[in-house]
């Protein structure tokens, strides 16, 4: 079980996505996050950008929030250098 980064409780809540309003399609996308290069190109043969969804665990006690990322094997780099 997890705890608090801050004061140790475990009181958690977690697993929340942050995200905008923006919808695409009818659906809540996420458009906070950090940018990566996605393996597969489109149909002219681009390589395409994604953003990878940002979590949130708050802690009910003290209210600490920890962000983090769930897939962390991502071509960050790759994307990065070439800006």
């Known amino acids: 079980m997890s705890e608090c980064i801050y004061c140790k409780s475990t009181d958690l ?18 458009m906070v996050g ?21 979590f949130t665990e708050i802690c009910n006690q003290c209210g600490g929030v920890r962000l983090y990322i769930k897939n962390v094997k991502r ?7 070439k800006r």
Do not use: C, H, M
């Not at 950090?34 to 994604?50: A, C, R």
């Open 13 to 30: 809540k977690k697993d929340l996505l942050v995200t905008t309003q923006a919808r695409a399609q009818g659906v809540a996308r996420p």
């Open 75 to 81: 071509d960050w780099e790759e994307y990065n250098e």
């Open 34 to 54: 950090p940018i990566y290069k996605k393996p597969e190109k489109d149909f002219l043969g681009i390589s395409e950008i994604g953003v990878e969804p940002i």
